[in-house]
């Protein structure tokens, strides 16, 4: 299936933003350089494109404490949500380790918490390179465990949790199941990976294919790679590029997105056939037409919409009693 006409458009008006952009640096070349700050504007930007939420029932701001301190969490409850305990996932937002927080994944966590009927603890982690790895990783960690400790006083099932997230945020994801099935009881029951961000050290084809115009660029992963690990931090580290853990047996169920115009799509594919020879149940689909970030865009690309739901639906699936 060719691109998607409306993820087409999209990329053809950010295409000619950035245009806009070079021939402003051009004409200032001081501020050619691409610093955090500026990462993290233009990632707001971005999400701000599509701001389409579900409605839910509450949202609820408080704290879960990561590895070095207290960290912002956000809980969201959908609506028609029982009295009692319910599943829920925690959830970690993308945007390289470098940029996004609570406020860029607001709408999406609302609308994730609405298709999946679950509630959704959104966790604001360490960003680089004010904290560089492996600061969001123990964080990731830590915070899960927290809420898996914790599940009664956030309103959660303890036996239907599962992580979830997307981009970047699925790496963490990825390595919080990973550090909760290597426990005596593992106790998540469920792991999502929406685009995820998941070998470093190697690049697919897929990256070579879609590494520029297709709204993750190469260039971008590579400044995020830098501003993120120190000098002499091996890329291949299982907690950088989980796809280089020896030993994938254990793990929790997986549902696995990935987008056929994604750079990342190929090591998605990886990950689910390197889980599947683990033994560990796995659902990949490949949304054809779409590109990477698309679960958040469903405000300007409607079969992007219609993704969403079926990715509720399967979660829902999994996470029944």
């Not at 990976?193 to 971008?220: E, I, N």
């Not at 790679?225 to 931090?233: F, Q, R, V």
């Not at 280089?244 to 689910?272: K, N, V, W």
């Amino acid at each position: 299936m060719p691109l998607d006409p409306r993820a087409q458009r999209l990329l053809a008006m950010l295409a000619l933003s950035n245009q806009a952009q070079a021939l402003s640096n051009q004409a200032n070349p001081a501020e050619t350089g691409v610093d955090a700050a500026e990462r993290r504007r233009s990632f707001t930007a971005l999400m701000n494109l599509s701001r389409h939420a579900e409605v839910v029932a509450s949202v609820t701001d408080g704290t879960v404490q990561g590895a070095d301190g207290p960290l912002p969490a956000r809980c969201y409850t959908p609506m028609d949500a029982p009295d009692g305990p319910m599943p829920g996932l925690v959830f970690f937002h993308g945007g390289g380790l470098v940029a996004g927080d609570l406020d860029t994944h607001d709408a999406f966590c609302r609308s994730l918490a609405a298709v999946a009927a679950c509630r959704v603890i959104a966790v604001a982690y360490r960003l680089a390179p004010e904290h560089r790895f492996p600061a969001a990783v123990d964080d990731a960690v830590a915070a899960t465990t927290a809420i898996l400790g914790e599940a009664s006083a956030w309103g959660l099932d303890p036996a239907r949790i599962g992580v979830a997230g997307d981009s970047a945020g699925a790496t963490l994801a990825t390595v919080a199941a990973a550090a909760d099935s290597d426990t005596a009881t593992p106790r998540l029951r469920l792991q999502v990976l929406l685009c995820p961000v998941l070998d470093l050290a190697v690049r697919r084809p897929s990256r070579l294919d879609f590494g520029q115009g297709y709204m993750l660029d190469q260039v971008t992963m590579d400044r995020d790679l830098a501003a993120y690990l120190s000098p002499g931090i091996d890329p291949a580290d299982p907690r950088v590029s989980p796809l280089h853990r020896d030993d994938l047996a254990g793990f929790c169920p997986a549902l696995i997105h990935t987008a056929a115009f994604d750079p990342l799509r190929d090591e998605g594919l990886a990950y689910a056939e390197r889980l599947t020879a683990a033994g560990v149940p796995v659902r990949h689909t490949c949304h054809p037409g779409m590109i990477h970030h698309f679960v958040a865009l469903t405000g300007l690309i409607p079969a992007a919409a219609i993704a969403l739901s079926a990715i509720g639906a399967e979660i829902r699936a999994a996470l029944a009693p």
